[in-house]
């Protein structure tokens, strides 16, 4: 499995809804963290940055899917930009998910639903709060 | 350092058109550089502070107001007779003539083993930004940049100074701000760079779009944070739901 897959994976598990860049980051990380299992062979390194795990490829991966016609990257009113599976990405993530145990395919389902059930600030709290080696380069460090 | 996106095409004193275009400029992977004014000028400022960062190995050991004195004698070598040709042109052309010379400049700079921050003015007078005044604007925004700035170091940084993600927050959310509320010629796309000593390296960097995503939808939720303040004084605030941390995974 390539990082590429696990990212339209995470985009695909919210179902063609969009998920916001710290939705997708921070899914992506927790998958990682509590599935090493699963993720051993190529997954993403990320570090701490300022909101908490961080690492670039997973939007450059994003972009990759996109052109492959798997995934929608469209702005939001905000500003950022949004990531939601197409068609074609949820038919290809379905078969993705067949290399999973059904352990993981359910924890992957349940990490986003969880990721996306919160807000940005809630979600980054409780990323911190888990995973507190990711504070440090955050902005608005305490003193 | 931060700068907007957009470039306004003219003549004389006439605009004519608006063109997204990058504003700050990486240089040998170690500078940043910003200019308000004239893209000609930029580009020859650029130049030439490559040049003597390629051929002026001592500047980095330089004191900072050692440093900021070498680059401004190399820009004045541009502006010096830039200005004297404006100031003939301007005779004839009237006060229009003096835009071709008139720009400021931000430099983000390793000097003596820290990052520095130097401002040159319209003559390339230098100075750097310290403790005491730790940010500073320029262009044709500076005039929303630097209250917005005021204010968000007062309400965030009194006490302190920010660090590095603070400052790129502080960066977006103004320019996010002077592309909401400027009366025209500062647009989207915005752009951050950052000076950072790595492993005893510096190294400049221009944040990918990706990047500043997450500081976008930080400045957001602080908008919205700040749109909640009135109702809080009339209405008792609904307790805040406890965090909820990851989903335990069953023995993955």
Not at chain 2, 63 to 68: D, F, V
Not at chain 2, 239 to 249: G, L, M, Q, R, S
Request: with cysteine; charged share 25%; net charge negative.
């Amino acid at each position: 499995m390539l990082s590429k897959d696990w990212n339209l994976l995470v985009i695909a598990a919210a179902e063609g809804k969009p998920l916001t860049p710290v939705q997708l980051q921070k899914s992506l990380f927790v998958f990682g963290e509590e599935c090493p299992q699963a993720t051993k062979h190529e997954y993403y390194q990320f570090v701490p940055y300022h909101y908490g795990p961080f690492d670039s490829k997973v939007y450059q991966d994003a972009a990759l899917l996109c052109a492959e016609g798997l995934v929608y990257i469209r702005p939001s009113v905000g500003g950022w930009r949004e990531y939601s599976a197409t068609s074609e990405g949820l038919e290809r993530a379905k078969e993705l998910e067949g290399y999973l145990t059904p352990k993981h395919a359910e924890y992957l389902h349940a990490v986003v639903t969880w990721a996306r059930s919160l807000t940005f600030d809630q979600l980054i709290r409780a990323i911190y709060k888990k995973y507190p080696a990711y504070k440090v380069n955050s902005v608005f460090q305490p003193q | 350092m931060g700068a907007d996106g957009a470039a306004t095409l003219g003549s004389m004193e006439e605009p004519t058109i608006r063109q997204p275009t990058p504003k700050l400029c990486i240089i040998k992977k170690s500078l940043i550089l910003g200019v308000s004014g004239p893209i000609g000028l930029a580009q020859r400022f650029a130049g030439r502070i490559e040049k003597l960062w390629a051929e002026d190995r001592s500047l980095t050991g330089q004191k900072p107001w050692q440093a900021m004195t070498t680059i401004r004698g190399a820009l004045w070598e541009i502006l010096g007779p830039e200005l004297q040709v404006a100031d003939v042109a301007k005779r004839a052309l009237g006060q229009g003539a003096i835009r071709s010379a008139y720009s400021t400049s931000l430099l983000a700079v390793p000097v003596a083993k820290k990052t520095c921050l130097f401002q040159f003015d319209q003559q390339g007078a230098p100075e750097e930004a310290t403790e005491n005044i730790p940010f500073v604007s320029i262009g044709s925004a500076q005039k929303i940049a630097d209250p917005f700035l005021a204010f968000l170091r007062d309400v965030f940084w009194s006490e302190k100074l920010p660090g590095v993600g603070d400052g790129v927050f502080a960066t977006v959310w103004t320019l996010l701000h002077a592309v909401r509320t400027n009366p025209g010629g500062v647009a989207e796309p915005i752009e951050v760079g950052v000076l950072r000593c790595k492993d005893q390296t510096f190294e400049a960097t221009i944040l990918s779009d990706e990047e500043m995503d997450e500081h976008r939808q930080a400045v957001r939720k602080a908008e919205k944070h700040l749109q909640t303040f009135p109702a809080s004084l009339q209405e008792q605030p609904e307790e805040e739901p406890a965090d909820t941390p990851p989903p335990e995974p069953e023995k993955c």
